[in-house]
């Protein structure tokens, strides 16, 4: 097997890299400035450094995206589904052909290790290839009604101009979730990245036009005014569907904003997982598997594992290996090769996971790990664990986002449940056990859109993806993720037997 040496991360390679990404707004399949010409800065969060300027959308640059995305509605959704997943499908090669690229701007933008970049461009790209599948398989039916008098034909359509708001913790993985079953279906978008990271999907779309996609199926409109750039578009009777990923607050008033034109609306927003270990679990096994529900991207993750309920016969040794492995976990620049924990996104952010954690110790739970920011440059935060922490207490209902684990304890299957459930938030779960009939009670017990048995890590671009409660409405991925996308229609048709 020939192995191929990955490019050394010089900052050579990183200013060629950058020097790549378009810095316009993407309207019409035309690279342009913003109509004010404003430009906004976007930083490295492990040193500070401005890594590019790029231009800054308002509202008359929104207007035009949402313009170009309605004049190019009925034609694109007239291209055969066949084309649509071509496409997709080029867009997958071509993301994997560049996959180096994407993995470096996402650590450059966001932080995280080079290695874990290199995970999302894997799954990011999978969404690509998973709906270019999928395009083709939009079905309806057609049936006899039930007095056999008439016949009922039921169809699939694109809604329509959607407008994709993306957070930064995942640049690539979350545009490629919703715009490739947005193409798939025949919907036109208006793309509008997450301002924190907005490099990634600069260079998606790129990558999208060069796949092939029409000018105005894809509009791309970074901006530092989010409310003002996109609110307007959500009153715009145009627009037919707003799919949205990010936190429950925001959310929450996009909801309302949308009620206004009764718009359609995908909403995958914050998360609280509870991580269950009972006493008969492979305790090994649940520790790797909170490594990874927690340490991914540094726990800025939807689905981290924000609440360690451990049976309390298994508490103190569950702790002490959990602990052991994340202090081999070393803080540093995600382009250094020994970096598995990369910075923080931003200052706010490490100061809250540090409010949080300051917030537990004075309410009696132990540090066993960790416990503060790490000293110097970026927004790094020391791989923490709380142990002996009291419900009630706020770093069990506020998401963390950060590398922090507080681990509470329980007695009986009743309490577990209780605990895992008490939460606004419904998004995934995560239960370790040896014995699959209780597995399977958990999964009928908690309420989650999503479970993990005996495993860290669940998202794959095959399942739907989604949660319940404050953790928002509608799937992504999987089967369902297109039906997002497609309204229902339904045709009656009189007798064709009938004189
Ligand atoms: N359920 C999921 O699939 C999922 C996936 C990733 C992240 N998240 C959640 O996202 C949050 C972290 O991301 P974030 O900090 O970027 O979230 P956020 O809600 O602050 O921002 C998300 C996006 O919304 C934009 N935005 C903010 N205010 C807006 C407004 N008034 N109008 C229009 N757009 C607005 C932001 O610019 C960004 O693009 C966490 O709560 C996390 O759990 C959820
Ligand atoms: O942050 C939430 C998204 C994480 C994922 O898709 O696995």
Redo the contacts with the bound molecule.
Sequence with gaps: MTVTALPAVTAERESELLASVPTGLLINGEWRPAASGKTFEVEDPATGKVLLSIADAGPEDGAAALDAAAAAQESWANVPPRERGEILRRAFELVTERAEDFALLMTLEMGKPLAEARGEVTYGAEFLRWFSEEAVRAFGRYSVSPDGKSRLLVTKKPVGPCLL??????PLA?ATRKVAPAVAAGCTMVL?????TPLTSQLFASVMMEAGLPAGVLNVIPTST??AT??PLIKDSRLRKLS????????R??LSDASETVLRTSM????NAPFVVFEDADLDAAVAGAMLAKLRNMG???TAANRFIVHESVADEFAEKFAARMAEMTTARGTEENSKVGPLIDAKSRNKVHELVSDAVASGARAVLGGAPVDGPGYFYQPTILAGVAEGTRILSE?I?GPVAPITTFGTEEEAIRLANNTEYG?VAYVFTRDLNRGLRMGEKLETGMLGLNAGVISNAAAP???VKQ??LGR?GGLEGIEEYLYTQYIGIADPYAG
Excluded at 165 to 170: A, G, L, Q, R, V
Excluded at 192 to 196: E, H, P
């Design positions: 708001i993306t957070p930064w913790n995942f979350m509008k990245s997450a301002n924190l989010a409310g996109t609110g949205f990923t990010g936190s429950t607050e925001v959310g008033r996009l995958e927003l914050g998360g800025e993750a939807c998401e986002f998004l993806f989604g949660g953790s928002g992504e």
